[in-house]
């Protein structure tokens, strides 16, 4: 009962490199989203994707970008590595819970997070 | 747009004590809310969601919360904590695709 799978758990860049943290879930679900978080600061959604070859910019996008080819994967995306983007990376993946409605409104489930230093 | 605030960053609770987390939202309909738990080095855990009907809802490990409509809030309960439940506590609300929107927690210490 994999759930949504994150890799790597954790990982050091040096300012300027790039590196793409990987995201794959097995419950067939269609809306699947990256969230930051930072002490103090609870969770920043960073991109989120309703399904296969369709993603949106959440609150913080800045320096990252997603991909969406398969109902399964969505990696993120780091180019250019900053200390700024020093964090706890948490990938998610939810189903519809009313289809009348346009969006998910089921719980999230998480993978167990990514942690990022840049250095 | 719809916010969360949780007032309280720690809060510090003997063990068998009970419990109440506080959590206000600002949304423009009626939402869907939910509590999330997480424990150090591990990813967020579903305690209780609130979509309609009774008010009172019931979760894992023992929790419950009430939805006030009229103060816009969804506080969280248990009777008795135990020191197992010392973790991050997240107050949540969405109902659009764009996921859910989180407030900033609140660490819950137990005091043996």
């Known amino acids: 009962n994999a759930g949504v799978t994150q890799t790597p758990k954790f990982r050091i860049l040096k300012i300027g490199q790039s590196m793409t943290l990987q995201c794959t879930q097995d419950m067939n679900h269609n809306y699947m989203y990256w969230y930051r978080q930072d002490p103090g600061m609870g969770l920043k959604l960073i991109y989120y994707s309703v399904g296969a070859g369709i993603t949106d910019k959440g609150e913080v996008p800045n320096g990252y970008n997603v991909s969406r080819s398969t109902t399964e994967d969505f990696p993120l995306r780091l180019e250019l590595a900053a200390p700024s983007q020093t964090s706890v990376y948490f990938c998610?993946?939810?189903?519809?819970?009313?289809?009348?409605?346009?969006?998910?409104?089921?719980?999230?489930?998480f993978g167990e997070g990514s942690r990022l230093t840049v250095l | 747009a719809q916010s969360v605030t949780q007032p309280d960053i720690h809060i510090t609770v003997s063990e068998g004590a009970s419990l109440e987390l506080r959590c206000n939202y600002s949304?423009?309909?009626?939402?869907?809310l939910f509590w999330y738990v997480q424990s150090p080095g591990q990813g967020l855990q579903l305690l209780l969601k609130y979509f309609s009907g009774d008010t009172l809802v019931q979760g894992i490990k023992g929790f419950e919360a009430e939805f006030k409509r009229s103060q816009s809030s969804f506080n969280l309960r248990k009777p008795s904590v135990h020191w197992s439940d010392a973790a991050e506590y997240f107050c949540?609300?969405?109902?659009?695709?764009?996921?859910?929107?989180f407030g900033k927690g609140t660490h819950l210490i137990i005091q043996p």
């Open positions: 949304y423009g309909a009626t939402p869907y």
């Open positions: 998610a993946s939810s189903s519809p819970f009313n289809l009348e409605l346009s969006g998910p409104t089921g719980e999230l489930f």
């Open positions: 949540a609300v969405g109902v659009r695709a764009d996921g859910l929107t």
